[in-house]
């Protein structure tokens, strides 16, 4: 068998690795490798100028194209407030159901997954104007978002009114909380007043994160974390509603939370 | 649903099978059954240049290369008139490359730039010419807008002069070509004496045309890299 054999023998499986790779970057790398194979070809058939010019163009500036398209339109962005169990950074690495729950997405979708840590109210503003696919990081079903759609519920969670108990009064009437964690336990630490309403994510964290006893009370039982996107992205929520219903079903939900919450 | 996802593959690896079987038919035909191609050789070997191939595409079959030059530039055209941002729209957001391709981009860009005016400039005597020399050049280029941002590159360029460059090389090939009209010759003839083969200054107006083609593509291909990534992906 010479080398011609071997190339023309090789030419088919590396077009069918191409073809059929889910992952993009892999799928284009086999191109390239595909048309090194071909100028290869071009070049025992005598054809050097042809091979030059293949090589130039299949292996090296066609991949480069594919590869700059794929890292704008490859990449599934995440935009998310920082909230433990859920979306969390620690020590550069992002982690949490929610993480986890877009990998899977992503990883059906053949993208690379980038989450973007940011402030809650910047998080609908990112999925609004484009600049995000999804929008995570503890985001209640109930809540308006007008140019949005939600996501079917992926974890149900309770409210929580949440109350210093030697600060405030027990009568003083909660709003649901929509800053930064840290804000909120940095005011607990210097014993402000405190009467917010909490999901059960953030009650955990801010009662781990702080000694300090609160007055907890659990008022509504009929909430439950949801992803965002954009309203014209319905191929994204049909896949995700798609995706979040097959973690479900196969159990892997359940110990994604086990992991994360317990 | 599964078996109209493979239908494409299957029948893109089938093409792609029988193009191996017919190429490995060919390499394994007897040297007499392969088709004659000296009468070409001897034809392109008149006009002086060492490469035979870029002898035919830059000498006997001159239109034909000219032809697809102007395709390409209808093309650069058809990217830069489709892709023009509408007044007030944004651009697309750069995305920040790591250190590492930034650092590499750099190192590597010299010696692909070597390598690609290698290539057009020796064209006309080993493997080569304007077309792929100008697309090493332009992979070069692409290589550092991925490494440093396309509009930190753009910046030192203006964007007129870059046009006018790429409608003057135009000018210039047509230019060469109808240069023999007013010494009474031909259109195409080669004017410019064949040199002693094997010789950088040889084969006439090979050279020139190598020249001027390599920096047509390397223009179109920097306008059409640059409209493509300023754009979020949508006309």
Known sequence: ?262 | MRVRHLALPTIACTLVTAFCAVVWHGFSLEGSRRVDVSPWVESAKTLGAGNVVSSIILGVRLMDTLVEVLVFAVAVLGVRYFLELPHGRARAEEIPESHLVAVSSAILLPLILVIGGYVTIYGHLSPGGGFSGGAIVATGLLLVAAGVGVERISARFRETALERAEWGTLVGLLGLLLLPIPFGRLPLTDLLPRGTPGALLSGGTVLPYNLLIGTKVVLGSWVIIHHFLRHRGEI
């Open chain 1, 1 to 262: 068998m010479n080398g011609a054999t071997v190339l023309l023998i090789l030419l088919p499986i590396v077009a069918g690795f191409a073809l059929l790779h889910h992952r993009r970057l892999l799928a284009v790398l086999g191109m390239s490798v595909f048309s090194l194979l071909l100028a290869a070809v071009f070049l025992l058939a005598g054809a050097p100028d042809v091979a030059i010019t293949e090589a130039a163009i299949g292996a090296a500036l066609s991949t480069f194209v594919y590869i700059l398209a794929i890292r704008r339109a490859g990449r599934l962005v995440v935009a998310a407030c920082d909230v433990p169990g859920l979306v969390h950074e620690d020590r550069g690495v992002v982690t949490g159901v929610e993480v986890d729950l877009l990998k899977l997405l992503a990883r059906s979708a053949g993208l690379d997954l980038v989450v973007q840590l940011m402030p809650p109210d910047e998080v609908m503003t990112a999925v609004r104007r484009g600049d995000a696919d999804v929008g995570a990081g503890g985001l209640l079903a109930g809540e308006e978002c007008p140019g949005m759609a939600r996501g079917p519920v992926h974890l149900p969670t309770a409210r929580f009114a949440v109350r210093r108990r030697h600060g405030g009064d027990r009568s003083t009437a909660v709003r649901p909380f929509r800053g930064e964690m840290a804000d909120l336990i940095e005011s607990a630490r210097r014993g402000e007043a405190i009467a917010v309403e909490l999901d059960l994510a953030r009650l955990l964290v801010l009662t781990r994160a702080c000694a300090a006893e609160f007055d907890i009370i659990r008022e509504r039982e009929d909430a439950g974390y949801a992803f965002v996107v954009a309203e014209r992205r319905q191929d994204l929520l049909q896949r995700l509603t798609a995706e979040l219903e097959l973690a479900r079903r196969s159990g892997e939900l359940e110990q994604l939370v086990r992991r994360h919450l317990a």
